[in-house]
């Protein structure tokens, strides 16, 4: 919902009065790539942390924290509060960025047969995309402070919903882990404590997840491809919202319009035709024709090669395996926008408001 006004306020808190500024698109740039670092670690963590203590357990964390940011520059864009904002939006966002994605697939993966997950995560991510379209569509009528005012306020419905009316789908408190079993645990000798022990065991390693990866080719090969998927959405969505608030001069309301065009194809692709298609084409198939605009198939066939007890496991690996391509996206893509900037403004036959 504050997607479409957040380069606006960025912008007016660094750079006021301009539609261009070198500044704005190296600092998004270094808060990803702070925020790729961080969810590297915790991914992997919060969907191994997910199989011992349950979905719900988890999912109140990053819920929780996404409201802090959200409330900060709800309460004022100065630029002293945009700097809050970014402190906590950075920190936070290291915990809560893609966590809700990844622990509500493995959630749906608990509850749903090996047969229909592709037709149900369509449909998760079809109403995901719903709830884009609705949000963003809204902010195209509110002014900026109210944007954030209601995306902090839904923020904190969405958590009292959750806590209250969601269902945990643990299945067993003493769950198995023979994945990871497999492979050589050296933090049993790290403290004497029952309960450290315990902690470091639920602490998935390098070489965890390299054993999980290992454990399955067609687990790398959707490694490989969340890389790459994830290298150049988050590259170009940070690098174009700046080239066109330059180029163009775009606001909120048309960065909405935007949105909205997108978000609208996704929910009537992902909501309506992958149900419908998967059965018939397979995740592998649906996989390559969805690779041409994204697609949710690569989740469920991440999820059909671990078990129930380790779904959480598998999906926090993938999505931290992307979180690594948010580090690397900002040191490519932050200096070609710049450059693409440069070279508008002393192009002879650039638009008239670079001369």
Same mark, same amino acid.
């Given at each position: ?18 539609? @261009? ?44 924290? *996404?409201?802090?940011? %959200?409330?900060? %520059? ?8 945009? &700097? $809050? &904002? ?7 966002? =290291? ?7 990844? %622990?509500?697939? $493995?959630?749906? #993966? ?17 109403? /995901? ?5 609705? /949000? ?18 839904? #923020?904190?419905? #969405? ?62 090969? #959707? ?9 150049? @959405? ?21 960065? *909405? ?5 997108? /978000? ?11 149900? =419908? ?20 198939? =690569? ?44 070279? @508008? &403004? ?10």
């Amino acid at each position: 919902m504050v997607i479409p006004a957040i380069t606006d306020v960025t912008m007016a808190a660094l750079c006021p009065g301009r539609d @261009e500024c070198s500044v704005t698109i190296y600092l998004t740039g270094f808060q990803q790539a702070i925020i790729g670092l961080g969810t590297l670690v915790m991914m992997p963590l919060v969907g191994n942390l997910s199989d011992k203590y349950g979905r719900k357990a988890l999912l109140g964390l990053p819920m929780g924290l *996404a409201i802090i940011p %959200l409330a900060t %520059l709800a309460y004022s864009r100065t630029r002293s509060f945009f &700097y $809050a &904002y970014y402190v906590l939006r950075t920190l936070t966002a =290291m915990v809560c960025e893609g966590s809700v994605h990844c %622990l509500a697939l $493995a959630y749906v #993966a608990d509850r749903v047969p090996e047969g229909r997950r592709a037709s149900a995560f369509g449909i998760l991510s079809g109403i /995901g995309s719903s709830a884009f379209v609705c /949000g963003t569509l809204s902010t195209r009528f509110l002014s900026t402070a109210s944007t954030f005012q209601v995306a902090a306020s839904v #923020a904190i419905v #969405a958590l009292v919903y959750m806590r209250v009316f969601l269902q945990d789908s643990i299945v067993d408190g003493n769950i198995s882990t023979p994945i990871l079993s497999n492979g050589k645990s050296k933090v049993d000798v790290i403290g004497n404590s029952s309960k450290n022990v315990q902690i470091f065991k639920t602490m998935p390693s390098l070489e965890d997840m390299l054993c999980l990866l290992k454990s399955s080719v067609t687990l790398s090969q #959707a490694a490989v491809v969340a890389f790459f998927i994830n290298f150049s @959405e988050v590259g170009l969505h940070a690098s174009l919202m700046y080239y066109l608030k330059a180029r163009f001069h775009f606001n909120k309301n048309q960065f *909405a319009d935007l949105m909205v065009i997108s /978000g609208i194809a996704g929910t009537i692709s992902q909501l309506l035709l992958m149900p =419908m298609l998967a059965p018939a084409l397979g995740e592998g198939r649906l996989l390559s024709i969805g690779l041409f605009f994204t697609c949710t198939h =690569m989740r469920t066939i991440v999820s059909k090669q671990v078990g129930t007890s380790e779904q959480g496991k598998a999906q926090g690996c993938i999505s931290g395996i992307g979180s690594f391509a948010n580090v690397v996206s900002p040191l490519v893509f932050s200096p070609l926008t710049d450059d693409s900037h440069d070279s @508008e &403004y002393h192009d002879e036959g650039g638009s008239s408001h670079f001369k």
